[in-house]
């Protein structure tokens, strides 16, 4: 639906009102578009002395051919030469030059004092970001720290980096990368992810990367070959889904309810996927979601997006009520989840993607039984990506307010302090919580397990 205060905010008469009450601006933001380069303008490169990942993100920067930048860095001058980075010299007191991302690595910083290194490479560059802009910042694993001192300062990290979200608005996102000892090699999908449009929801988030084996991938397409079923994709956020996974290369056999049928059909056929209309509460839900993906190469991901609402106080909520979203937003996906594990029903590095909710985060007034749901999504997410094997993976979204049918119905006010209260001062399509979906489902994300990443806007519930 459209957002008429967005509308309103860009015609001359709205900038001026939005100007001088101190209004939110929303701006329109980046989105992925095909054939364009991963950042659309110069990127600025910066490390802590001694970090140990500038390598790997220098690998990543030549990868994507971007217009690298740093400032007075020698260290990060070699380690850039080694994988054939060109990266050009900015002079600290420029105040000219513009960046449209800015990649930090922080690895290097060992205490506390050494956290201002943060200070000295972002204070003079805070306002040369341009709209859209991304910051990363990469650090190491907290828990994986050498030394006590070392784990509280990586994990200071993220309170930087989520007050950068807050503060820089003009669309620019900002993620923490948290990489474990060895698992350099397996940064590249996150980083390509964090510094482009893909991202243009998704801030203050912490990605956890952990080491595993490194596929080879066409990024233009990487899940070409690869067949995945996607839950509730006859509208919303599914479709959107299903939309990008077939973008990126896989066959999607798009599953809802029979009443939806015909939508399923349609959106089916706009992809060239394939249709399974079956209800995930059914006994044999799993055994059917296994034999469709036979029908094509087997399992590659599964996205349990399909989810409903029925909201009611508690004191005022019948008993079906409760036990019908607990069932569809959550039985439902571990009985299937179980049937396809215990039933060699994935293929090698199969993914498994959930879609929670801030809801479940945050709770929300008239949700207990929705909040219950997609919390309990965040602890299966959190419990199962340890006893997975085979390079099988499974990782969540918690999507906060997205423009779809479900929040057009919300009342006026609910829905526009919604919108608001987010560091992008808007709402987010189900593009952006697809884009992230396809994160998760990509060959090259094994070292993602675990992860829950809300795409939110950075909304202020439950952060
Ligand atoms: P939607 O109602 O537009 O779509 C949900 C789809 O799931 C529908 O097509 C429906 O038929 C299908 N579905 C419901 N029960 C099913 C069942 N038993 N078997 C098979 N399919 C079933 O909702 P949406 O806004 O696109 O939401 C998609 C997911 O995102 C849900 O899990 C929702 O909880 C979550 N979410 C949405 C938002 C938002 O702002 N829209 C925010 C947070 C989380």
Known sequence: MTDQYQTFAKSPIGKFVIKNLGLPAPINLDRFESATPVVKGAVLFGAAPASTLSGSIAQVLANIHANSYTGNNAELQQAAAKTGLNLGAFNQGDKESKFKAVIFDASGIQNSEQLNELYQFFNPIARQIQTSGRVVI?????????????????????????????????????????????????????????LSPRSAYVS??????????????????????????????????GEAIAHVLARDGAHVICLDVPQQQADLERVAGEIGGSVLAIDITANDAGEKIKAAA???????????????????TLANMKPELWDLVIN?????????????????????????????????IAGNLGQTNYAASKAGVIGLVKFTAPILKNGVTINAVAPGFIETQMTAAIPFAIREA???????????????????????ASSASTGLNGNVVRVCGQSLLGA
């Not at 509280?152 to 993220?158: F, K, N, S, V």
């Not at 996906?333 to 479940?360: H, P, Q, T």
């Not at 209260?421 to 994160?439: H, R």
Request: net charge positive; aromatic share 4%; glycine share 10%.
């Open 294 to 312: 036979a029908a094509q190469s087997g399992l590659d991901i599964i996205v349990h997006n399909a989810g409903i609402t029925r909201d009611k």
């Open 418 to 440: 919604g919108r608001r209260m987010n560091s992008m001062s808007q709402g987010g399509l189900p593009v952006d919580v697809a884009e992230t979906i396809a994160l998760f």
């Open 204 to 237: 203050g988030q912490v990605i956890r990367v952990s080491k595993a084996d490194v596929a080879d991938v066409d990024w233009a397409k990487p899940l070409a070959g690869k067949t995945a079923v996607v839950t509730g994709a006859s509208r919303g956020i």
């Open 328 to 360: 569809i937003n959550l039985s439902a996906i571990e009985r299937v989840n179980d049937y396809l594990l215990e039933n060699a029903g994935f293929n090698k590095n199969g993914r498994i993607v959930c879609v929670s909710s801030i809801s479940g």
């Open 138 to 194: 990469v650090g190491i694993t907290p828990e994986t720290a050498k030394t006590v001192k070392q784990a509280i300062a990586q994990r200071a990290l993220e309170g930087f980096v989520k007050s950068v979200g807050k503060e820089f608005k003009k669309g620019i996102a900002a993620q923490l990368v948290y990489v474990d000892e060895g698992a350099e090699a397996n940064l590249e999908s996150t980083v390509r992810f964090a």
